[in-house]
């Protein structure tokens, strides 16, 4: 698969977690003939051909949700009639669970028994939400016999966010703090008011470590790449615009055997 992928001009990442051999996935990046066409709504052509490109590694056409930073979850083994979604679940051999990012935390879940997997969209606003613990429910397993994966998504070095996404963690979540640090910026500045314009660093992979954690999952990889930082690998909504950025797909499917 690697080799034909290469051959077609679609760059990947394939996850590297102990998944069993009948669970696929596989998360693209900004190269390739794909690249730049997985999702860009400047130019609805390149969109369809790079799906189109996507489609012949994947046993069925992805099913594509209509992402809103939220926390519903679609069950696609029931007809999924397009209503809004930022993860998916499925039991079904060949039925392949996607989302699509340019910043925000791509996770995938799989169990160890190989009998269902799950992709979801984790934003910040979706990790306030509670998109992963929707996502590990969904799966109607136990959580101790879940993998979880977390794909390229924006570093902590780079992530500066208001005091207001600080407060929708640690409101409910005192111990969130520690996925925080102050912006090196705004603590220069003695005289900024600490409670409405102080800026912070947020650490989109420890929050959802954290979220995995509280839901009961302990085997989590990945989380190690920055979306905004290594342009030459992926697609950033913050670095590049929201009419210039395109999105990464990532997936996650059973197979027959």
């Given at each position: 698969?690697?080799?034909a992928?290469?051959?077609?001009?679609?760059?990947?990442?394939?996850?590297?977690?102990?998944?069993?051999?009948?669970?696929?996935?596989?998360?693209?990046?900004r190269?390739?003939?794909?690249?730049?066409?997985?999702?860009?709504?400047?130019?609805?052509?390149r969109?369809?051909?790079?799906?189109?490109?996507?489609?012949?590694f994947?046993?069925?056409?992805?099913?594509?949700?209509r992402?809103?930073?939220?926390?519903?979850?679609?069950?696609l083994?029931?007809?999924?009639?397009?209503?809004?979604?930022?993860?998916?679940?499925?039991?079904t051999?060949?039925?392949?669970?996607?989302?699509?990012?340019?910043?925000?935390?791509?996770?995938?879940?799989?169990?160890?028994?190989s009998?269902v997997?799950?992709?979801?969209?984790?934003?910040?606003?979706?990790?306030?939400?509670g998109?992963i613990?929707?996502?590990?429910?969904?799966?109607?397993?136990?959580?101790?016999?879940?993998?979880?994966?977390?794909?390229?998504?924006?570093?902590?070095?780079?992530?500066?966010?208001?005091?207001?996404?600080?407060?929708?963690?640690?409101?409910?979540?005192?111990?969130a703090?520690?996925?925080?640090?102050?912006?090196?910026?705004?603590?220069?500045?003695?005289?900024?008011?600490?409670?409405?314009?102080?800026?912070?660093?947020?650490?989109?992979?420890a929050?959802?470590?954290?979220?995995?954690?509280?839901?009961?999952?302990?085997?989590v990889?990945?989380g190690?790449?920055?979306?905004?930082?290594?342009?030459?690998f992926?697609?950033?909504?913050?670095?590049?615009?929201?009419?210039?950025?395109?999105?990464?797909?990532t997936?996650?499917w059973l197979?027959?055997?």
């Amino acid at each position: 698969m690697a080799a034909a992928l290469a051959a077609q001009g679609l760059d990947w990442i394939v996850p590297e977690w102990p998944a069993p051999s009948r669970v696929h996935a596989l998360s693209t990046t900004r190269n390739g003939a794909a690249g730049h066409a997985i999702d860009f709504a400047a130019s609805a052509p390149r969109v369809a051909s790079g799906r189109e490109l996507l489609r012949h590694f994947v046993p069925t056409e992805p099913v594509w949700l209509r992402q809103v930073h939220g926390a519903a979850i679609a069950d696609l083994d029931a007809a999924y009639g397009g209503f809004a979604a930022d993860g998916s679940v499925t039991r079904t051999p060949g039925t392949v669970c996607a989302v699509l990012t340019a910043d925000c935390l791509p996770v995938l879940l799989a169990d160890r028994d190989s009998r269902v997997v799950a992709a979801a969209h984790a934003g910040w606003r979706g990790l306030a939400a509670g998109v992963i613990e929707a996502a590990v429910a969904e799966l109607s397993i136990d959580p101790a016999s879940v993998l979880a994966w977390l794909g390229p998504a924006i570093g902590p070095c780079v992530f500066e966010v208001g005091s207001e996404v600080v407060a929708a963690f640690c409101d409910p979540d005192p111990g969130a703090a520690e996925c925080f640090v102050p912006s090196t910026k705004m603590s220069m500045n003695m005289n900024t008011n600490m409670s409405a314009d102080m800026k912070w660093h947020a650490d989109l992979y420890a929050l959802a470590r954290r979220k995995l954690a509280r839901a009961g999952v302990s085997a989590v990889y990945g989380g190690d790449r920055c979306t905004l930082s290594e342009s030459e690998f992926f697609h950033s909504y913050r670095r590049d615009g929201a009419g210039a950025s395109g999105r990464m797909a990532t997936m996650i499917w059973l197979g027959s055997q």
